[in-house]
C-alpha cells in the first residue's frame, strides 16, 4: 500500500528578479519576475510603492516606469510579500 501525503503551506521565499537592466529609457518596459514557494501554488498580485491598488498580477509584470515595485503571493493558507525591486 502507498500513501501520498500533501503538505499545505502559504506563500514563502518570495522573491522580484529583474529580467534585464532595471534602468529603463521612456517608452521602454523591464520585465520583473516573481518567485515563491507554496502549495497550493500561490496567485501573484503586484504593487509600486505609495499605490494601494495592485499594479498587475500573473507570475510576470512588465514595468512601463520607473518606480519601487513588489509582488505578494497569496493562496488560502496565508500570503508574503517580496523586498521592493527599484527600476530607474
Not at 518567485?35 to 510603492?49: T, Y
Request: one cysteine or more.
Amino acid at each position: 500500500m502507498s500513501l501520498l501525503l500533501a503538505i499545505l503551506d502559504p506563500p514563502r521565499n518570495v522573491s522580484v528578479f529583474i529580467n534585464g537592466s532595471a534602468k529603463i529609457e521612456e517608452g521602454d518596459s523591464v520585465t520583473l519576475i516573481c518567485s515563491s514557494d507554496s502549495n497550493p501554488p500561490a496567485e501573484i498580485s503586484w504593487f509600486k510603492e505609495d499605490e494601494s491598488s495592485a499594479v498587475g498580477s500573473g507570475q510576470s509584470f512588465s514595468a512601463l516606469q520607473s518606480g519601487r515595485f513588489y509582488c505578494e503571493a497569496h493562496n488560502q493558507h496565508g500570503s508574503q510579500r517580496s523586498d521592493a525591486v527599484t527600476v530607474t
